[in-house]
């Protein structure tokens, strides 16, 4: 019976992870060097441009030598449109028996927009064969769990303490554990009780952490906790500290339009702000504008527009040390 598997995610480092652990449980107990082809977006290149029949080629060989061949197609997304995938929906609706298909979609090294979702008569095809795309992007809801999982996967064993500093460390950056994980393997092997003293080492700097982390710790008036998720972003998530300063242009901005808004609810504030899709960030600038004594708004702003002159060449000073005076700033406010 033919099996197919479909891939999708932003995180080079987790989609890798997934996508190799799925070849070699395809693979079983057979040689990749007679099994496994592999293709990528130089494969798909033609004189004109970009085609999928490689990879349907592919797909349709016969084995030899082996009982079956896993294909596996990376950097996809260049295929976006219903035409462009025509060829791999005509393969799907009759696939060859003795082929494993793992199809990854993700952005090549050659593809410049932005990687899109799979077009819909690919989408269909897959829903009839009863196929459905494994995303493995883990947003900040799912981490605590995804960890525990890949732990239990590796027989790696941490007592509470450590896995709460593993959790804490890692931030939104999840993708760190693989490399964490294999160096404790390493050291100590699978099986062994793990606590704070044997992970410290294999650490490193502490990851990123979302934006509203460094807003709750301004609005709690927390210096001290606000530069350190400051420095996380700086050096765990790698922000340029203007685009941190953008997120709390942004964040303020909306606490001034909130300011004395006939709005008593997140909804009625993401309505009067004109704010589509998501309201936990109107809910932020909700909670934190009732937080703020009269005028502190219109002080914080002030702060924000020297800062941003600052920032783009205004002093002499470090532009991180820049950001870590506004934020102190604000945090007193």
């Known amino acids: 019976m033919a099996v197919v598997q479909v891939f999708s995610g932003t995180d080079s480092v987790l989609l890798d992870k997934a996508v190799r652990d799925a070849v070699k449980e395809a693979l079983g107990d057979q040689s990749a060097d007679f099994a496994l082809a592999e293709l990528t977006e130089p494969d798909y290149q033609v004189d004109d441009g970009y085609n999928i029949s490689t990879l349907v080629d592919a797909a349709q060989t016969p084995p030899m030598l082996t009982d079956r061949r896993v294909v596996l197609g990376h950097h996809l997304a260049r295929f976006s449109t219903g035409d462009s995938v025509e060829p791999l929906v005509a393969y799907l609706s009759n696939p060859l028996d003795t082929t494993h298909l793992i199809l990854v979609w ?19 095809v897959l829903k009839t064969l009863g196929v459905s795309v494994t995303k493995t992007d883990v947003n900040q809801k799912e981490s605590g769990a995804w960890i525990d999982h890949q732990l239990h996967e590796l027989g790696l064993s941490l007592d509470n303490q450590a896995r709460r500093l593993l959790g804490d460390h890692l931030g939104d950056n999840v993708n760190r554990l693989v490399g964490i994980a294999r160096s404790l393997l390493a050291t100590h092997g699978a099986g062994v009780r793990l606590g704070v003293d044997e992970i410290a080492p ?94 502190n708004v219109k002080r914080a702003w002030g702060l924000l527009a020297v800062a941003d002159l600052d920032l783009r060449g205004g002093t002499a000073a470090e532009a991180e040390q820049v950001l870590e005076v506004l934020i102190a700033r604000l945090t007193k406010l």
């Not at 090549?108 to 269909?124: D, M």
């Not at 993401?270 to 109107?282: D, Q």
Request: aromatic share 4%; hydrophobic share 35%.
């Open 106 to 124: 993700s952005r090549g090294p050659a593809l410049n927009k932005r990687s899109s979702g799979l077009p819909k008569k690919l989408n269909e």
């Open 202 to 295: 294999y650490l490193g700097s502490a990851g990123d952490v979302p934006p509203w982390d460094l807003t709750d710790a301004i609005a709690n008036g927390d210096i001290p906790s606000s530069l350190r998720t400051c420095r996380r972003m700086v050096h765990g998530g790698e922000r340029h500290p203007l685009a941190i300063l953008a997120s709390l242009t942004n964040h303020y901005a909306r606490m001034a339009s909130l300011d004395g808004a006939p709005v008593s609810n997140e909804r009625d504030a993401a309505a009067f702000l004109g704010v589509k899709g998501s309201t936990y960030p109107v809910k932020k600038a909700l909670q934190q504008a009732k937080k703020m004594e009269p005028g």
